[in-house]
């Protein structure tokens, strides 16, 4: 069974940082392509970032400079590393794993196969 677990959330002013973990059990992580999307209170869910399993990242055009996506093969777990966080950064972050190895293609971001429950981040002063 595949199980995708978030940390890492909390509460930060705004500038501040966050480094997001996700520990992912249930089949083989160096396979697939994993992700981050995100969902603020009221809105639709926003893809963030993606990294293949080769290593290539991709980033939303609202993050890319500030976030930073990661893999440790050895320990199965994601990571996402948010710098100069901003208030409309605000939203409940989820891991999501794709049926792929390689970057899913632009329109199939949110299609992915599994997905945490979320850690919440929360950016205010």
């Known amino acids: 069974e595949v199980q995708l677990v978030e940390s890492g959330g909390g509460l930060v002013q705004p500038g501040g940082s966050l480094r997001l973990s996700c520990a992912a059990s249930g089949f083989t992580f160096s396979n697939f392509a994993m992700g981050w999307v995100r969902q603020a209170p009221g809105k639709g869910v926003e893809w963030v970032s993606t990294i293949s399993g080769f290593g290539g990242t991709e980033y939303a055009d609202s993050v890319t400079g500030r976030f930073t996506i990661s893999r440790d093969t050895s320990k199965s777990t994601l990571y996402l590393q948010l710098n100069t966080l901003k208030t409309e950064d605000t939203a409940m972050y989820i891991c999501?794993?794709?049926?792929?190895?390689?970057?899913?293609?632009?329109?199939?971001?949110?299609?992915?196969?599994?997905r945490g429950q979320g850690t919440q981040v929360t950016v205010s002063s």
């Open positions: 999501v794993k794709y049926s792929t190895t390689r970057f899913p293609i632009r329109i199939q971001r949110l299609d992915y196969s599994n």
